[in-house]
């Protein structure tokens, strides 16, 4: 087994994988990005299996990345949100999603159009609007389904 630590790695990106370079940790903070705060909500987007989830919830919450806090229409159950530490991860994801698009997309396109909400203009790999040429920050950006999306995912299914 791969140990998930680098201990003699004095660099912030070792530092940094200890955290969201885990598999699936990265999918539940996009998740968490386009909407979703809850366990099951999480289990079914990804299929992943719920005691690697827990785990990954857990170590989310405990670095700070997520905050578990009540769901006041499900009392008793949690729902996860992003905490500001959380929300600092957006142009990553954002570049990795650009970086995915440019040399894995499919011929129809990307899954997925990073919007500025705003004005509705493309955010390049810069992180720049094409239209309005502002930097906007994580919640002024609109993750919809774009040509490369399953047909279920673009009709809204």
Same mark, same amino acid.
């Given at each position: 087994m791969l140990q998930r630590d680098y201990p003699d790695q004095v660099c912030s990106i070792a530092r940094s994988l200890e955290i969201v370079g885990e598999r699936w940790t990265m999918l539940i903070v996009r998740d968490t990005f386009l909407g979703l705060t809850r366990f099951e @909500?999480?289990? @079914?987007?990804? !299929?992943?299996?719920?005691?690697?989830? *827990?785990?990954r919830l857990k170590l989310l919450c405990d670095e700070e990345v997520l905050e578990r806090v009540p769901d006041p229409l499900r009392p008793g159950r949690p729902k996860y949100v992003l905490t500001d530490k959380g929300r @600092?991860? #957006?142009?990553?994801?954002? =570049?990795? =999603?650009k970086w995915g698009d440019r040399h894995y997309a499919t011929a129809n396109g990307p899954p997925r159009l *990073?919007?500025? #909400?705003?004005?509705?203009g493309n955010i390049g790999p810069d992180l720049r609007c094409d239209r309005c040429g502002k930097? &906007?920050?994580? !919640?002024?950006? @609109?993750? &919809?389904?774009g040509p490369g999306a399953p047909r279920a995912k673009r009709a809204g299914r």
């Open positions: @909500e999480f289990q @079914e987007s990804l !299929g992943i299996a719920s005691n690697v989830l *827990t785990n @600092e991860l #957006a142009p990553a994801l954002i =570049m990795l =999603m *990073t919007l500025h #909400a705003g004005c509705g930097h &906007p920050a994580p !919640g002024e950006i @609109e993750l &919809p389904p």
